[in-house]
């Protein structure tokens, strides 16, 4: 055992300062709840920055902070009234979540603080472990001591535990084959084991303890917005206004990850990383992407590391939780998905959406949406739901071709790729959702075919506005676009009937009426040709619109966000 340094221990009487960023963003209204953010400072800073020698003194506090707090709080307080039992062992945790999300900086930091402004009586010592280092704070004699080398980790707090003493171990794993040892924590002990969704760093620790998750959530929107204000509340308002609009973006592209967010050299060299992993992936390593859309440790998924985060998921027994792994932003989750539809294979592949079609449905609703119509139970639940648009009552109903040949769904797809990239044509198929690598195809977002009498040609668009129109122009795109990929589209399209599903969100507006299609002029296109498309759209395409929510996904577990 090497003790480097012993000190007053000034962290414990520092209160450092409680700050709701609230009172800084300049457009707060009476009445109008406001988001909040409690910043923590240390002019020392904390033990995760201290093994870097790092001089970061804000520790940001929002509900998920707390809430690992509170249930630590909670295993003390039933500690507290065990009144000594023999038999009573305080519970041990591991506290899971995304890299990079604050659970050393924040989560650890704040357990910290809280743990030393406990009753001395009930906590007399608290442990932090770290990159091989150990802090001791001994609050009875208001010191620090602090140890170096990973074989002291037990020794140190066992003889501790063999004098009587109790306390609490904060053990962050922040290392690989950090794993803590067995023999920890030693009678009389509680403890926390802090790590990303790697479970050789606890395993073998739940194991032996019986220990349980604390999964922690990235932080929201909210949250990092007020983070920003916290960080330029000193600058004029528009200043904070450009600088939250920096962060916004790279957090679109990223995820809510702080570590890279707030730092634009980390975020350039991560959303590069982002790209290379996705864009370099070959057939082997895209089955990693199967993680994605359930739970799992991420060990065998390196991949997930850059992709993913981790949401928490009630478990079944009351009080349990594990995590589940979804796309750490809807850039990068896109971008994943068309990358496994080119590459993975069909079986592979419709597993990976039946895990993520509450997903593409709530969090994601867009272009990525429609591979959600390669699962059975979701098209079972919405063809009834299927609403015809119609763009006069005299126009006779008829039925989606969707729901009358719901046997015929699509349960395989087809990457169409940039026109560029075309080689040959292919034969129209039905049961084949297609889909395009062109970023804003024309008209669809998705259509297939449906053997029907005569065949049709369905479409399909997410739809955000209450109104979706269109022009002859898109229309003749789209045409175009199709008669450079299947064979024989010429002879093909004059037998084909269309129809366009307009697929909305439940809580957007919905469409109630027919979607135009109407006749720009260019020096290009002759007028009659856009009328003639003009008059077939109207007279000839069939359109529905149909809402959809989680409540159409298979059943899924509980996420909680």
Request: net charge neutral; glycine share 8%; aromatic share 10%.
């Amino acid at each position: 055992m090497d003790a480097r340094e012993r000190r007053n221990t000034e962290v414990m009487e520092r209160q450092g300062s409680l700050h709701d960023s609230r009172k800084d963003d300049g457009v707060q209204q009476s009445g109008v709840p406001r988001h909040r953010l409690m910043v923590r400072t240390s002019d020392r800073g904390w033990p995760y920055t201290w093994k870097e020698d790092g001089s970061t003194r804000g520790c940001y506090v929002n509900c998920e902070v707390e809430r690992v707090w509170q249930i630590v709080k909670g295993d003390l307080t039933a500690w507290s009234s065990s009144h000594g039992e023999a038999d009573f062992r305080p519970e041990r945790r591991v506290l899971i979540g995304t890299p990079g999300i604050g659970k050393s900086m924040a989560a650890g930091s704040y357990l910290l603080y809280q743990l030393l402004h406990c009753d001395a009586e009930q906590v007399p010592m608290v442990v932090y472990c770290i990159a091989g280092r150990k802090f001791l704070f001994d609050k009875t004699s208001r010191t620090v001591s602090t140890y170096m080398g990973d074989s002291s980790n037990a020794s140190v707090v066992r003889s501790l535990s063999e004098r009587g003493m109790k306390g609490y171990i904060i053990y962050d794993v922040a290392e690989p084959d950090g794993a803590p040892s067995g023999d920890l924590p030693p009678r009389g002990w509680g403890m926390v084991v802090v790590s990303p969704p790697l479970e050789r760093n606890y395993k073998q620790w739940v194991k032996w303890g019986d220990a349980t998750n604390i999964v922690m959530n990235c932080p929201g929107e909210s949250d990092v917005k007020a983070m920003c204000v916290w960080m330029r509340r000193h600058q004029p308002v528009r200043e904070q206004a450009e600088y939250w609009h920096v962060v916004k973006g790279q957090m679109d592209k990223v995820g809510p990850i702080p570590r890279y967010i707030f730092d634009e050299r980390k975020y350039d060299n991560w959303v590069q990383r982002c790209h290379k992993i996705v864009d370099e992936a070959t057939s082997s390593v895209i089955l990693q992407y199967s993680g994605l859309g359930r739970g799992g440790s991420w060990d065998h998924m390196k991949v997930l590391y850059w992709l993913a985060r981790v949401v928490r998921v009630r478990g079944e027994n009351s009080g349990s939780e594990f995590f589940f792994n979804l796309p750490v932003s809807a850039y990068l989750g896109n971008k994943t998905l068309f990358k496994s539809a080119k590459l993975m294979q069909q079986h592979y592949f419709n597993l990976l959406i039946s895990g993520l079609t509450d997903y593409l449905i709530s969090e994601n609703f867009g272009r990525c949406t429609v591979f959600a119509f390669l699962n059975g139970s979701f098209v079972r639940a919405i063809e009834c739901r299927l609403r015809e648009l119609r763009p006069s009552p005299q126009r006779q109903s008829h039925r989606c071709a969707l729901a009358v040949y719901s046997q015929e769904r699509s349960a395989r797809h087809h990457v169409l790729p940039q026109l560029e990239h075309v080689s040959e044509r292919i034969d129209v198929e039905c049961g084949v959702l297609y889909v395009t690598e062109v970023e804003n195809f024309p008209l669809v977002d998705a259509f297939f075919f449906v053997k029907s009498n005569p065949m049709a040609l369905v479409g399909l668009r997410m739809a955000t506005a209450g109104g979706h129109h269109t022009n002859a122009s898109t229309v003749r795109q789209f045409t175009e676009y199709l008669a450079e990929y299947f064979n024989g589209w010429d002879e093909l399209s004059r037998k084909l009937s269309w129809e366009m599903i307009y697929v909305q969100h439940a809580d957007s507006t919905p469409m109630n009426d027919w979607q135009r299609c109407d006749v720009v002029n260019l020096d290009s296109v002759s007028g009659a040709d856009n009328n003639e498309i003009a008059a077939f759209w109207n007279e000839k395409v069939r359109q529905y619109q149909v809402s959809i929510s989680s409540e159409d996904a298979p059943r899924s577990p509980r996420i909680e966000e």
